[in-house]
């Protein structure tokens, strides 16, 4: 039985996931009320029971939704039904632009501006992330994007299916990524940005990637990191985790941690693990 509770801010796109997990197989439920998760596990767990994937969906609606919500979960633990929640996180500054683009309002800004709802909603739920097996920023992510990256971490049937490895690329003056499990800064690699045939490039052109991996520095660290990784990943497989997520830093995003991310990705693939590599700034300016 897979059962997955899907949860997280308001906008960050629930309803998406939904879709895509229906898409898969899966029967979902959204919306149900907390205090009738219980009852609705013994149904799915039943050993007559035809179904064996299940997504239910739940978010901040209902002013009682974190006390029932919270007891239906040790009542799981308790009971050894096994489930995995996936928590949806964005930006604040994105949520708001998506709420204005749909002109809807914030479930929690009735007598408030929507993005101290925002404010409010992201404290709520931080106790959920916590414990969350897997989170996934939406904030740099088209509805496809978002739709790919749950098929690849919850398809099935696959080798390696209980981990999701993602290789993530960024640039530090945008920000780190909210959802690295690890971060490796590369600020210190040969830099293709001062020079003027190769700054308007990325690391995904080959003339910029052998300019950063054209040195002593750059092999060694290179060879050292892929050791790293790979030394890691079973540990992680071994402990249960479904989702790791590895940035790759520079500056600006564009060339040096696109490179490395490119390399990391590579070698992983290499190895049969299921990853997906994205560069979150590789695009901005």
């Known amino acids: 039985m897979k059962f997955v509770i899907v949860t997280g ?3 960050s796109g629930k309803s998406e996931t939904m879709r895509a997990l229906e898409d898969m197989g899966f029967y979902c439920v959204d919306n149900l009320p907390p205090a009738l998760i ?3 596990a013994e149904l799915c767990y ?3 029971s035809s179904i064996d994937k299940v997504a239910l969906g739940i978010d901040i609606r209902g002013r009682k939704f974190f ?5 239906s979960l040790n009542y799981l633990r308790k009971e050894n039904y096994k489930y995995e929640m996936l928590y949806l996180d964005c930006s604040d500054d994105v949520l708001l632009k998506r709420y204005k683009m749909t002109r809807r309002n914030h479930p929690l800004s009735r007598n408030m501006q929507i993005p101290e709802g925002i404010k409010m909603e992201r404290t709520i739920m931080e106790p959920l992330k916590e414990i969350s097996d897997c989170i996934i920023d939406t904030t740099n992510m088209k509805p496809k994007d978002l739709k790919d990256e749950i098929s690849k971490i919850y398809c099935v049937g696959e080798e390696n299916n209980k981990l999701t490895i993602s290789v993530v690329s960024f640039g530090f003056k945008h920000g780190i990524p909210a ?9 210190f690699l040969p830099n293709p940005y001062y020079l003027e045939e190769l700054r308007p490039k990325t690391g995904d052109d080959q003339d910029v990637r052998d300019y950063v991996m054209n040195s002593k520095i750059s092999e060694e660290f290179f060879s050292k990191l892929n050791d790293m990784i790979q030394f890691l990943v079973p540990q992680y497989i071994e402990e249960g985790k479904q989702h790791l997520v590895i940035g790759i830093g520079c500056t600006g995003g564009r060339h040096r941690s696109v490179t490395i991310s490119n390399l ?3 070698e992983l693939i290499n190895k049969g693990y299921r990853v997906i590599k994205k560069h979150r700034d590789s695009m901005l300016r």
């Open 67 to 71: 006390e029932a919500l919270h007891e």
């Open 264 to 266: 990391i990705y590579d």
């Open 46 to 48: 039943q050993p007559n």
């Open 179 to 187: 959802d690295c499990d690890l971060v490796f800064d590369v600020r």
């Open 9 to 11: 801010l308001s906008g």
């Open 38 to 40: 219980t009852k609705f």
